[in-house]
């Protein structure tokens, strides 16, 4: 069993930075697929980005560039580097794994969530 417990979401101007953090307790999650997705006010949840074995990731079009999926050397911290903010970028944020090598960017490939962290980005 993995737990996962998001931190870092806040409240930036347009073009700032924010760094989310997505601990995981119960275990490394070093050989699991981590990704972190999104859900905006009255909007369906979307990928954002992912990572898989081999230090391997994938990020969505809207954020590519912007955002940098990495985790700590402890596998055990999953982070998300926002630059560049955009208002749209508003979103309640998840981290999800995978106990699987490669989860990709569906919702469903993933077997745990965390509960979520604010992220809202004023104009």
């Known amino acids: 069993q993995v737990q996962l417990v998001e931190s870092g979401g806040g409240l930036v101007q347009a073009g700032g930075s924010l760094r989310l953090s997505c601990a995981a307790s119960?275990?490394?999650?070093?050989?699991?697929?981590m990704a972190w997705f999104r859900q905006a006010p009255g909007k369906e949840r979307e990928f954002v980005a992912h990572s898989w074995s081999g230090g391997n990731t994938y990020y969505a079009d809207s954020v590519k560039g912007r955002f940098t999926i990495f985790r700590d050397n402890a596998w055990k911290t999953v982070y998300l580097q926002m630059t560049s903010l955009k208002p749209e970028d508003t979103a309640v944020y998840y981290c999800?794994?995978?106990?699987?090598?490669?989860?990709?960017?569906?919702?469903?490939?993933?077997?745990?969530w965390g509960q979520g962290t604010q992220v809202s980005v004023s104009s």
């Open positions: 119960g275990r490394t999650v070093r050989n699991y697929a």
């Open positions: 999800a794994a995978a106990n699987r090598l490669y989860g990709g960017i569906r919702e469903g490939a993933y077997d745990y």
